[in-house]
């Protein structure tokens, strides 16, 4: 501390002497320039309430957009899935539609199919009989019998008159 250099009173600047203010006056506005003032303060109040009017307006759009947009998204969102379900419930509709139509086809076939078998075996039984009857001797048949011609009706007596 020693080699630190204390500051004499020559050096130090004194501090300026506390003057007392005089206070002005308020300067006098003119009457005109009151009712301008009077006048001009409304407007920017008319002026400020349509900024907040416009501002609270412009926001108003943006979250009418944004939930448009949310509930845009949601919609989609749902319509995508049920149209999803219908489409997958239509195929499971049309495979089963598919899978009778081929039961059917399959069962008209086999059908068909036992109503050849069927005619083929009657045929060769048939054909089967033939030639049994034609190895046969013939055997020759009596003549029938002629019935006997029915007898007249009478004819009915006439009702007498009186």
């Known amino acids: 501390m020693a080699t ?42 008319k002026q400020q309430i349509q900024a907040k009017k416009v501002e609270l307006a412009a926001k108003a759009e943006l979250d009418k957009a944004r939930e448009l947009t949310k509930f845009t998204q949601k919609w989609v969102k749902a319509r995508t899935t049920a149209d999803a379900r219908k489409l997958a419930a239509l195929e499971k509709k049309v495979a089963k539609q598919l899978q009778a139509a081929k039961r059917k086809a399959l069962a008209k076939a086999k059908a068909a199919e036992k109503k050849a078998a069927a005619k083929i075996k009657a045929a060769a039984k048939r054909a089967k009989a033939k030639a049994i009857k034609a190895t046969r001797p013939k055997r020759k048949s009596a003549p029938k019998k002629r019935a006997a011609p029915k007898a007249k009706a009478k004819p009915k007596a006439k009702a007498k008159k009186k």
């Open 4 to 45: 630190a250099k204390k500051k004499t009173k020559a050096t130090r600047k004194k501090a300026p002497a506390k003057r007392t203010a005089v206070k002005k006056a308020p300067a006098k506005r003119s009457p005109t320039k009151k009712a301008t003032a009077k006048k001009a303060a409304p407007l920017t109040a």
